[in-house]
């Protein structure tokens, strides 16, 4: 269905560059993203990062980002954050990507709209 690449940089304008820790296409939306040089010069459906430790980075990853995110269209956000064992998941809605739930480790990861088919359990992407 679609292509996962591990801390691709994205490259939005010269001003907003940023190196999500995954990001999912689709095929088709990969087609539309990658310049000559094979950089990705727009949103992916889907974007994950992983909290790093300290309030400016995590400020970062739950503000900057979900605002420059979801400006440029990207479809999903997920917010794994290791310390609380959760993962917020923000889904787009009238434009604007907003949080629909907030997983705990007892829950599985879906995502039912981009991939129908994904379901992946928290306990174990948190070793438990």
Avoid: C
């Amino acid at each position: 269905m679609g292509e996962a690449a591990i801390n691709p940089g994205l490259i939005f304008t010269d001003e907003d560059n940023v190196i999500p820790d995954v990001a999912w296409a689709s095929h088709e939306r990969l087609n539309q993203l990658l310049d000559e040089a094979e950089h990705l010069t727009g949103a992916p459906e889907l974007v994950v990062e992983v909290l790093s430790p300290g309030e400016k980075n995590e400020q970062r990853d739950r503000q900057l980002k979900l605002k420059l995110y979801s400006q440029q269209g990207v479809q999903e956000y997920w917010i794994v954050d290791n310390a609380l064992r959760q993962v917020q998941v923000y889904r787009r809605d009238n434009a604007v990507l907003i949080l629909v739930v907030t997983l705990q480790a007892g829950d599985a990861l879906t995502s039912p709209l981009l991939l129908p088919e994904f379901s992946y359990p928290l306990s174990r992407i948190f070793g438990l």
